[in-house]
């Protein structure tokens, strides 16, 4: 089974530029959650998608960051415009449904890793 | 809100020595309780879980216990190897908040040989 992918895995740019990051979580997997990881700090969710559909999203700061799954399946996350703290790894995660208990595993990507200049 | 407290790192130990990482939780409901591993350059792996008071989670040679009466989750191996070495990040999932992941800041281990 394949895992979830991310692209880019790195990613350079300078503060005020945009930058988009792709995932694509396994097949079938419904449940589709974007983190936040600051060097030396645990992850942060941004943003979780049920479907095409957003479950939360209280915690992405909205005047910059944005997320689409338009049909579903993969999703893309894009920062626009880009401030120095930005720099962290996003990581991407899926999980086949909701369960009662939240039992159900979160399987993630590799991450991609971004520095502000 | 919820959260998770891990003990702080890095945490130094020579191989084959006792490893205990101590976790502990805030939750409204009834979580489920992970530990995920990070090794160098790579994502987050699930290492174990468990979903109920009582669970004993393991894999790989480690273990943990959820503990509702101390809303703990401590995570043991009896003998570490240096291939151990990695990041380890203690978190839960509460129905109550929509099953949402909620990360401990993660312990770092490194295990000399």
């Known amino acids: 089974e394949a895992g979830v992918a991310q692209s880019p895995r790195y990613k350079i740019i300078e503060k005020r530029q945009s930058v988009a990051f792709w995932c694509n979580p396994i097949s079938g997997h419904a449940t589709l959650y974007w983190y936040q990881q600051i060097l030396g700090q645990g992850p942060k969710l941004l943003i979780q998608?049920?479907?095409?559909?957003?479950?939360?999203d209280s915690q992405l700061p909205k005047d910059r960051f944005s997320a689409e799954r338009l049909k579903g399946v993969d999703s893309t996350l894009k920062i626009q415009p880009a401030k120095l703290e930005d720099s962290a790894v996003y990581l991407c995660a899926s999980r086949f449904r909701e369960l009662a208990g939240g039992g159900d595993t979160q399987y993630f990507g590799p991450g991609t890793r971004l520095t502000v200049l | 809100g919820d959260s998770v407290t891990q003990m702080e790192g890095p945490v130094t130990l020579s191989e084959e020595a006792f490893l205990t990482i101590n976790c502990t939780y805030t939750a409204t409901g009834y979580p489920s309780l992970f530990w995920y591993v990070q090794y160098p350059g790579e994502g987050l792996q699930l290492l174990l879980k468990a979903t109920k008071a009582d669970d004993k989670g393991s894999n790989k040679g480690f273990e943990a216990t959820y503990r509702k009466e101390t809303t703990s989750f401590h995570l043991e191996k009896g003998s570490v190897q240096v291939s151990d070495s990695a990041v380890y990040f203690c978190?839960?999932?509460?129905?109550?908040?929509?099953?949402?992941?909620?990360f401990g800041p993660g312990t770092r281990l490194s295990v000399l040989p």
């Open positions: 978190a839960l999932s509460d129905q109550s908040y929509g099953q949402n992941f909620v």
């Open positions: 998608f049920q479907n095409n559909g957003v479950v939360d």
